[in-house]
C-alpha cells in the first residue's frame, strides 16, 4: 500500500518539472518564432536589407546626378527609419519576454510571501 503515495509524489514532481519544460522551453521556442514572423512582416514593408544591399544603385535606375544624390538620400532615410522599427519591435518583445519568464517567480514569491504572513 506504500505505492499510492509515492507514485502520486512522482506524479506531482513530474508535473512541476513538466510545466516549467512547458513554459520556458516550449514558450520561448513559440515566442521566437513570433518575434521572427513579426520581423519578416516588417521587412516586408522596409526591405532593410534589400536597401542596403542596393545602397550605391540609383534610385528608380536614374543615372543623373540628381537621381544618384537622391538616391542615396531616400535610402539613408529608409535604412535610419527601418532600423528605427526593428529596434522598437525587439525592445518591445525583449520587454514582453522578460515579463514572461518573470510570471511563474513572481507568482512563487507571492504565494510563499502570502503563506508567511
Known sequence: MDFAP???????????????????????????????????????????????????????????VIGRILGVVFRVGRILFGAFVYILITLFFALVYLVWLAIPAALLWFAVRGAIR
Open 6 to 64: 509515492i507514485y502520486l509524489v512522482q506524479r506531482f514532481i513530474f508535473r512541476i518539472g513538466d510545466f516549467f519544460h512547458h513554459w520556458y522551453v516550449d514558450g520561448s521556442r513559440r515566442f521566437a518564432a513570433l518575434y521572427i514572423d513579426q520581423l519578416r512582416k516588417v521587412d516586408v514593408i522596409f526591405a532593410l536589407a534589400i536597401t542596403i544591399r542596393y545602397f550605391f544603385q540609383p534610385l528608380y535606375r536614374d543615372y543623373s
